[in-house]
């Protein structure tokens, strides 16, 4: 009963009492043991809270739909730049393990490029290959905005440039990466027979975490530029890494321990590659958006202390929250200083980004706020969308109250007309009360 309890104890903790410590109070090395601590149940919790698992699931459905054309445009990338071998070389490895499905993929992909390039029809086959790779990265964002807690996505043209501009680079890194990997290891191996030192279990350990280094810079990329927000290089770099680490093991165990699969070749003959690969694809899924949370909790954990009441955070502390936001960004308009943003905001008011994120969504909705973009255009900023000298207090719990669908068919009974009637008397003594200041004046 005593080991019981203890385990009650060291949970409440982990879930509860972790958050109520001020880290101010703590010595350096304690206060880095309490940020790893929320760190890692921000990310566990993320990662239930936010669908995770169903994200990698639609993504894995959309990555089997997409998977040829995107092969196929970053094959001819490669095609362009000269190095298609090369890049079929290091994509092999990559899928190493599903060598049947990488066969016909590659087959498939090359048909594709020369389908669009012969015919008629050549340009509603490269325009129908845009698309299903812009249409691919746009579901990944959509994930990934999820996450960080962002409701709006990339402009369609914004989509064009950035996706496509990661396309182009995509090929080159892989090549680049491949060719670095191997130079190394020729270079390794022919010092190893002049210098007998470089011959040891650390040397050849270096040379086989390069897979795993590679990885985790390709992920990093991916947690710093797909988000439509701006993600600080260190969390990025620390998720990318880590996730690059999960990767490759997961990786290591499937190629290795694929004697165990050997039932679903007696049960689905030649078809038998296909779930598994399903299986391998969902679950490399999983370990990146596991990534994605690890990034945002260490982005983020200064300002969560509070981070599972926020989710469930009451109306009127909701409007109250709504007014603080607009006095700080009037406040900021009227002294000619730069925008604000929800990182900012999530700052100086030290409340959870998620939360504030929700809140800025309803102002801009509400047409309390207006977008604009900041100088590294990857982040929006905020500034009133009307003059400061007519927002009031009620002005915006009115607005506020006006988001979301509100026109709904209702029976104009007797009862509904005397309704509507006493809380328009109501709205206009509060709005004639001496306590409706402007916001700011508060």
Known sequence: MKIFSLIQ????????????????????????IVDQIRIAMLTVRGFGEDNCYFHASALTFYTLLSIVPVIAMLFGIARGFGFEKVLEKNLQEQLAGHEEVTERLLGFANALLQNTKSGVIVGVGIALLLWTVIK???????????????????????????????MLIAPI?????????????????TMEKKIYLLNNPLTHLMLKSIPMVTMGILFWLVYMFIPNTKVRVVPALIGGFISGIIYQC??????????????????????????LFLAWLQLSWVVVLFGAEIAFAIQNVDTYEFEGESQNV??????MLAIHIMKVVIDRFRSGST??????????????VRLIRLIIFD???????????TTSEKESAYQPACSESKITIQLVLDKMDTVGFTDIPLQKTEFITNLQKKLDQLRSTVQNSPENLLISEL
């Open 339 to 352: 925008p604000v943003t929800s990182q900012e905001l999530s700052q100086i008011m030290d409340i959870p």
């Open 136 to 166: 691919l990265f746009g579901h990944i964002e959509l994930s990934f905005n999820e996450i960080w807690g962002i409701k709006k996505s990339r402009s369609f043209l914004r989509k064009m440039t950035d996706y496509l501009s990661m």
């Open 173 to 189: 890194f892989l090549v680049a990466s491949s060719s670095m990997t191997v130079m190394l290891s020729s270079q390794v191996a």
């Open 363 to 373: 102002l801009v909705e509400a047409r309390l706020l207006s977008e604009v973009r």
């Open 9 to 32: 104890q060291a949970v409440l903790f982990v879930k509860h009492d972790i958050w109520r410590i001020n880290k101010r109070t703590l010595s350096p090395l304690r206060a880095f």
């Open 250 to 275: 997961v990786q290591f165990a499937y190629v290795n321990f694929q004697v165990f699969t050997s039932k679903y070749n007696a049960i689905y003959g030649s078809f038998a590659a296909i779930p």
């Open 314 to 319: 009451s109306q009127s502390t909701k409007k």
